[in-house]
């Protein structure tokens, strides 16, 4: 998958611009506060149906306007793409090859793009959300079933939640009791399946970028003691749970247990990567885990992502630098993003720089 351009109307700092892009990437640089993130925003818009890191479209808008646009052209299995998004304070219209798309999550069906954040370092540093957040947003990428797993899960919650704060009947508790457990014990199973691709990706990865012995691992981690992976097993602990906490759950008024409070545990030398790994393990983690995650989407959909680096690799020593951009596959379309243009001068794409607007 490539893009090949992209449109930009009042969108953040750019009035109005256009962009083509080479096949196999570009570098964008310029000054701080430019606008290269932004840039990145834009075109990874195409793919989330939504920004990697605004709360809300109207942070988008350019200031002082009443709206945005986007509009891209992208190619993927062998078809081309025309791409229109536009967003006012209130609502957006998304239309791709003219057909308006109704929800947001359709749009994972089609482009794919793995950011490389410097906030990245979250998903090991902070809590169990935002590994969830990473995971469930891989995860749908690499298998689009899982994402509408995810949403009916949530609906089910949801309602479970409502029904906890109600006065309600043991037949309609059972009832939502079953719903809740079937559809929790499903998703974890796709959880656990995705971690048996994706660890041992991690790890080679990992001893790649270090070129030494640093053992890392990662293993799902339930939010009440289970001892299984099995998924049989999973039914019955769920049910037992349910069974024995009932009133607990009635007086908290909301599910305690289940695959919104799961976490992902990330190891190193065998102990917890968040409390005892370095500045530069977790940061090798994070770009490991964005590797795996690129590699699977390829895996699953016979074409590799857009990846991003945001400014990422200058961290790094040059050779480690390197190193990853070889480890990628060379059909991924790559775009960086850096106030240094000097350091990827060895780097076999060409430049795009941005300049202030007039
Ligand atoms: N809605 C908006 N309207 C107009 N300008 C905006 C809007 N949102 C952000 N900006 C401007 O965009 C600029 C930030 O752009 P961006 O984050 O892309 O910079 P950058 O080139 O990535 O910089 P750095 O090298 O520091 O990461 C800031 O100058 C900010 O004021
Ligand atoms: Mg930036």
Known sequence: MKINSV???????????????????????????????????????????????????SELINFGS????????????????DIIIAADKKQKKINLNQIPIKRISELYKYLKVVYFSPGDIDIINLGPSVRRRFFDLAISQFDFLYLELLRKFHKILKQRNAL????????????????????????????????QEFAPLLCSYYSKIVNQKEPVSLKYSHSIHFDTDDEKELLLQYQSFVRNNSEKEKIYQRTLFGPHLDDYLFMIFDKPAREFASQGQKRTLTISSRLAQANLIGKANGEYPIIMFDD??????????????????????????????????????????LDIML
Do not use: C
């Open 7 to 57: 449109k930009l109307f009042n969108f953040r700092n750019f009035n109005s611009a256009e962009y083509f892009f080479k096949p196999e990437g570009n570098i964008f640089y310029g000054e701080n506060g430019i606008g290269k993130t932004n840039l990145l925003e834009a075109i990874s818009y195409f793919a989330f149906g939504k920004s990697f890191r605004a709360k809300s479209d």
């Open 164 to 195: 906890l704060k109600s006065q309600f009947s043991s037949i309609e508790k059972k009832s939502w009791d079953d719903q809740f457990i079937k559809i929790s014990v499903k998703l974890v199973q796709r959880r656990i399946m995705y971690l």
């Open 66 to 81: 009443p709206f945005f646009r986007v509009e891209g052209k992208f190619e993927l299995r062998n078809q081309s793409f």
């Open 312 to 353: 990422i690799l200058s961290e790094l020593d040059k050779t480690r630098a390197e190193n990853i951009i070889n480890m990628l596959n060379n059909d991924h379309q790559i775009f960086i993003a850096t106030p240094n243009k000097n350091l990827y001068r060895s780097f076999n794409l060409d430049f795009i720089k």
